[in-house]
């Protein structure tokens, strides 16, 4: 089972279904039920996964196995239980989360899928115990620095998908939210502001170019009755194009001056312009540190 994004009404609903089904499950962070199900820690544990269907619930996720199912996998049936009106693929029938069903016979817990899952879960987290300056790590810092009950919003792909990967996942009552999509990288900083609540702990963890393209929403903190934090990652360009398969072969330069955007650019001036620098955070990862964990990362799964 794939879990997206999934509104606050329909996630009891949900965690008794999987429960009872228990298949194996993976569920985003948008779900809002990654700390409370005995869910799928590694995202690429799907790729060794022999699965019969896959079952959607909630809105379309953003992992790397959702397009999979539309390339590697596509005689695979897949079900989807969503809100939305459209499947996110070319194939399977959309049904509402009501329609869940009640009444069917739980399947056999894979107890050596779910070790495997778990022993590659601890080695991950040794190899950003090794390299305390790259990107993951220093998210993986902040999310366990970052109160219980805060709300954060995650701006746009990489916080996204790093999120999920390092995010600590013992209950601590976040609510989180996220916009993406075609434009996904406009009005990132605008939105969290719309979004901000009084009375509670707001967060914006972005990247840089997320946050370059929305400079000027800072005019509206003056108006903001609300505590809030921004977390800008500059990393200094797009770097999760550097991820992608089919750029690799690019020359390094090419993709970092037409893809990547590659910059100098800080932030501190900025946050001082709006009177905001007590309210920003800026984590600079060190480049070298960062390219050495995905390198051990992807070793783990070859």
């Known amino acids: 089972m794939l879990i997206g994004g999934l509104a606050p009404q329909h996630r009891d609903a949900v965690r008794r279904f999987v429960n009872k089904l228990s298949a194996p499950v993976y569920a985003e962070p ?86 495997r899952d778990r022993d590659l879960s601890e080695r991950v987290n040794q190899l950003l115990d090794d390299e305390p300056q790259s990107e993951p790590a220093m998210l993986r810092d902040l999310a366990n620095r970052i109160p219980p009950n805060a709300r954060i919003y995650l701006g746009n792909s990489l916080p996204i998908r790093e999120w999920d990967l390092v995010a600590p996942r013992d209950p601590r009552g976040f609510e989180l939210d996220a916009n993406r999509g075609a434009n996904g990288i406009d009005g990132q900083l605008s939105t969290f502001f719309g979004w901000c609540l009084p009375s509670a702990s707001n967060w914006c963890i972005t990247g840089d170019l997320t946050a370059l393209y929305d400079l000027n929403a800072p005019w509206i903190v003056p108006q903001l009755d609300a505590e809030f934090r921004l977390v800008i990652i500059n990393n200094g360009g797009g770097r999760i194009f550097s991820r992608v398969p089919s750029l690799a072969p690019l020359a390094r330069d090419v993709r970092e001056r037409i893809i990547e955007n590659a910059h100098d650019l800080r932030f501190d001036a900025w946050a001082a312009m709006f009177g905001i620098s007590d309210r920003v955070i800026e984590l600079r990862p060190d480049a070298e540190a960062t390219s050495r964990f995905w390198s051990r990362y992807d070793d783990l799964w070859r």
């Open 30 to 115: 948008l779900s809002g039920l990654r700390e409370t199900l005995d869910g799928i820690r590694n995202e690429r544990m799907l790729e060794r996964g022999d699965f019969d269907c896959v079952i959607r619930i909630g809105n379309v996720p953003t992992l790397r196995y959702w397009r999979d199912l539309d390339e590697r996998y596509r005689e695979l049936p897949v079900i989807h239980f969503s809100d939305l009106p459209f499947t996110g693929l070319p194939r399977g029938d959309v049904y509402p989360i009501e329609a869940l069903p009640e009444d069917f016979t739980p399947r056999p817990r894979e107890d050596d899928f779910d070790k």
